[in-house]
């Protein structure tokens, strides 16, 4: 070869030599004591590793590419109606709201306490229903028996109610014991008479009750009559319209009422009357 050829020159300035390389160059490539390059260590040297490392990077790159396909396939698909979900209940807040500026409050949910408990109701002592207490009896006085008091007290109270004065419950008082004997009587001549209480009956024509009132004459009904208050009350009514019955003696005044064919038979009870009347209103 020249020494002038290009190509020598390339080569000559591509790989420069030295005394000290060229002589260890040939040294290990020439004669017995040549120098063992050192061995170097082959981490993948092995063939059967190789082959199984390859295989399990395959593997493991092809499941992380099926879950990312996955991934991406099922994604959409949870999320999307999620937010279509949560779009529609944006669109219908939306729409109620703009509907009317004037919208009720709605009423605040009140939720029973978890740890309340109902106050027990105590139970109320059922008493016993009062019985009715009977108006107490008056005493009998002057010789008169029970029912002969009641009666007497029905009289006098009836006189009080119509702000009569003591000496009308006297005259009533008398004009009763002289013709009932105080004692509420039917007649024999009103059959019908015998159906309301009473406590015997008379003969004298159609008279009945306490005072023997004739129904005939205007006093009032069988049924009337036969109610002590109700004689009663209609004595002191006639008796009222009576002028100057006030100043009248006690028989004159039950005369003039009742015009009885015995005018002098009232005067036998005044006494009777008076204490009977004194006792009824202490």
């Known amino acids: 070869m ?24 040939t040294e290990r490539t020439i004669g017995r004591h040549r120098v063992p390059e050192p061995p170097r260590r082959a981490l993948l040297g092995s ?11 395959t593997c493991c790159l092809s499941l992380v590419a099926v879950a990312t396909a996955r991934g991406n396939d099922e994604a959409p698909r ?24 004037d919208r009720d409050v709605a009423p605040a949910r009140i939720l029973p306490s ?14 016993a229903p009062k019985k009715p207490v009977k108006p107490r009896r008056p005493r009998p006085v002057a010789g008169l028996d029970q029912a002969q008091m009641d009666n007497a007290k029905i009289i006098v109270d009836v006189g009080l109610e119509m702000k009569m004065p ?39 024509h159609d008279s009945v009750g306490l005072f023997q009132q004739r129904p005939s004459s205007g006093w009032g009904t069988v049924a009337q009559l036969m109610r002590p208050s109700y004689a009663a009350r209609a004595f002191y009514t006639a008796l009222n319209e009576i002028p100057g019955w006030q100043d009248m003696s006690v ?3 039950a005369q003039a009422v009742q015009i009885s064919a015995y005018p ?19």
């Open 47 to 57: 063939t059967p590793l190789r082959v199984a490392l390859a295989t399990g990077v």
């Open 251 to 253: 028989t004159a005044a």
């Open 264 to 282: 002098d038979a009232y005067a036998q009870h005044e006494d009777r009357a008076t204490t009977v009347a004194a006792a009824l209103t202490a």
């Open 166 to 204: 003591r000496r009308a419950l006297v005259v009533a008082l008398s004009t009763a014991m002289q013709e009932s004997n105080l004692y509420n009587l039917a007649s024999d001549v009103l059959p019908e008479s015998a159906e309301y209480p009473n406590q015997g009956s008379g003969s004298d």
């Open 2 to 25: 020249h020494p002038a050829d290009p190509s020598s020159q390339k080569l000559t300035d591509a790989r420069p030599t030295t005394p000290s390389d060229d002589a260890a160059s």
């Open 78 to 101: 949870t999320v999307e109606p999620l937010a279509e979900a949560v779009a529609d209940r944006a669109a219908i807040a939306d729409e109620r709201a703009s509907r009317s500026l």
């Open 114 to 127: 978890p740890t309340a408990k109902p106050t027990p109701t105590p139970t109320a002592v059922r008493k």
